[in-house]
């Protein structure tokens, strides 16, 4: 029996939902086993530097996970559909590149600077993969990746305010959001988008703007067809002492 090809590749369904159940069972043990530390990422402190690892997969409460789900499978998913020879690339450098960036940066709140912090979450993923799928379409100017950069603007575009302190906006509260997390992950998919505008999926080429386009073989397959069938070319010999239409002149302008 023959089974039917998936219209995508099967990484782009099974990533996003692996990765879901991950973050879901890790929050699970959590709930489970009580686990109250901080097993996210500490700036500037050696125990922190297990978060660059397992920060993403922990949440802080139920509306936490619950609100980093659906972007996390939606952005997994068109990442490994538009670049799936980059996606693991991607999410692995991001990963690891963008929670370095969060320790490094100071451990500071607006109202309290001896506050340590402890940065959980799945968000600088996100961050990550959006940033990247938006600048990528921008910088490969692909008329079908830059569809998907306004769709992932139109979905996710109010994700650029999660980049900056909310104090500055007037919000305090006692769970303040990781935008050290969120900043990192957006820088990260804008540098992975410009270094690797190269590679994976190209925009598509006119058959005389491929590398191989060989414009000498092409005139002779002209020129034999020519001589094959003469008939079909009668009727522009006998009317070649006529003037020519100016349309003609200018096709073949614009033709040589």
């Not at 910088?139 to 992932?152: H, I």
């Not at 909310?166 to 540098?191: N, P, R």
Request: glycine share 8%.
């Amino acid at each position: 029996m023959q089974v039917k090809n998936f219209p995508f590749h099967k990484d782009a369904a099974a990533v996003p939902l692996i990765l879901a159940a991950l973050i879901w069972l890790v929050f699970g043990l959590q709930q489970w086993f009580g686990l109250d530390g901080c097993y996210g990422i500490i700036p500037l402190q050696v125990d922190g530097l297990k978060g660059i690892l397992l920060s993403p997969l922990f949440h802080a409460d139920f509306k936490h996970i619950a609100s980093n789900t659906v972007p996390l499978v939606v952005l997994t998913f068109l990442t490994f559909y538009f670049y799936e020879k980059l996606a693991y690339f991607v999410i692995v450098f991001g990963w690891i590149v963008s929670g370095f960036m969060v320790w490094i940066f100071p451990a500071f709140d607006f109202m309290n600077s001896t506050i340590v912090s402890c940065h959980v979450g799945a968000s600088g993923i996100i961050y990550l993969l959006a940033f990247f799928l938006f600048f990528s379409g921008v910088f490969r100017k692909d008329t079908a990746l830059m569809a998907v950069s306004l769709v992932v603007v139109f979905l996710y575009g109010s994700m650029v305010w999660g980049m900056f302190p909310q104090e500055i906006f007037g919000k305090y509260s006692d769970h303040t959001i990781s935008w050290q997390s969120h900043l990192a992950g957006g820088i990260c998919g804008v540098l992975l988008a410009f270094v690797l505008r190269g590679h994976g999926r190209q925009k598509l080429l006119d058959f005389w703007q491929q590398p191989n386009y060989n414009s000498v073989q092409e005139e002779e397959l002209w020129q034999r067809y020519k001589a094959q069938f003469p008939e079909y070319f009668l009727e522009e010999e006998n009317s070649s002492d006529e003037p020519e239409c100016p349309f003609n002149l200018f096709y073949r302008y614009r033709k040589e």
